[in-house]
């Protein structure tokens, strides 16, 4: 590479802002590794050291936001005596708060599309990290029941907190609300009727949830 190499130490981090950066200064995404490295004066194999293409650098953003929200997740003391439903809000709280940190790179990222399916491949690594997390949730819940009947499914729980990332997503997307204040109702509106669905609660939560949704996206 003819660029001289900086003398500051490489990190996926470092090259995932500068991914960031890139995108949002020029409105594109970089034509090429080589001419990507050579404007940020890094070399092709310390790129490819972390990533082995942009379509992985891409994932591996997605991949950093939920590691950071699992990060600070545990630095909390009191997180680790929540109740498991607390620890989903608190995990999608603070996921969306990541988000909004970095809004401008995550909605030119979807395109500020309401259509999420063509970014599965570009969410796919999340998909699994949430499943994983959500699955953690129900098995550590299931570990104190004694009845087969009582334990809930891991892999319906995983699944419909992966489908509840999705609408949660979408909503954040179009939310012009101030501070995002109506994603953070839907968060709170949406783990709590999961959770009651799996807890057999009352009808009215569910009910109220449906309401939510058709005035914010239909009305």
Same mark, same amino acid.
């Given at each position: 590479?003819?660029? !001289?190499?900086?003398?500051?130490? %490489?990190?996926?981090?470092?090259?995932?802002?500068?991914?960031?950066?890139?995108?949002?200064?020029?409105?594109?995404?970089?034509?090429?590794? /080589?001419?990507?490295?050579?404007?940020? !004066? %890094?070399?092709?194999?310390?790129?490819?050291?972390?990533?082995? +293409?942009?379509?992985?650098?891409?994932?591996?953003?997605?991949?950093?936001?939920?590691?950071?929200?699992?990060?600070? $997740? #545990?630095?909390?003391?009191?997180?680790?005596?929540?109740?498991?439903?607390?620890?989903?809000?608190?995990?999608?709280?603070?996921?969306?708060?990541? $988000?909004?940190? #970095?809004? @401008? /790179?995550?909605?030119?990222?979807?395109?500020?599309?309401?259509? $999420?399916?063509?970014?599965?491949?570009?969410?796919?690594?999340?998909? +699994?990290?949430?499943?994983?997390?959500?699955?953690?949730?129900?098995?550590?819940?299931?570990?104190? !029941?004694?009845?087969?009947?009582?334990?809930? +499914?891991?892999?319906?729980? @995983?699944?419909?907190?992966?489908?509840?990332?999705?609408?949660?997503?979408?909503?954040?997307?179009?939310?012009? @609300?101030?501070?995002?204040? !109506?994603?953070?109702?839907?968060?709170?509106?949406?783990?709590?009727?999961?959770?009651?669905?799996?807890?057999?609660?009352? $009808?009215?939560?569910?009910?109220?949830?449906?309401?939510?949704? /058709?005035?914010?996206?239909?009305?």
């Amino acid at each position: 590479m003819a660029t !001289k190499a900086s003398t500051t130490k %490489i990190t996926e981090d470092k090259i995932i802002a500068f991914y960031m950066d890139y995108v949002l200064e020029h409105e594109m995404h970089p034509k090429s590794v /080589y001419k990507f490295c050579k404007e940020n !004066k %890094i070399k092709e194999d310390e790129f490819y050291g972390f990533f082995g +293409s942009f379509e992985a650098l891409q994932k591996g953003i997605w991949n950093k936001f939920h590691s950071n929200t699992i990060h600070l $997740l #545990n630095k909390n003391k009191e997180y680790g005596s929540f109740s498991n439903k607390d620890k989903m809000l608190t995990y999608f709280y603070t996921f969306f708060e990541l $988000l909004t940190l #970095n809004r @401008s /790179y995550v909605l030119f990222s979807l395109d500020g599309k309401r259509q $999420l399916l063509d970014k599965m491949g570009e969410l796919k690594e999340l998909r +699994s990290h949430l499943k994983g997390f959500a699955t953690e949730l129900i098995e550590e819940g299931n570990a104190d !029941k004694t009845l087969k009947i009582t334990k809930q +499914s891991p892999r319906i729980f @995983s699944e419909g907190a992966w489908v509840q990332f999705l609408f949660l997503l979408k909503f954040w997307i179009d939310d012009s @609300s101030a501070g995002f204040e !109506k994603t953070d109702l839907a968060i709170e509106k949406s783990v709590t009727t999961i959770f009651d669905l799996f807890d057999n609660t009352p $009808l009215e939560s569910i009910i109220d949830f449906g309401k939510f949704l /058709y005035k914010e996206n239909f009305a």
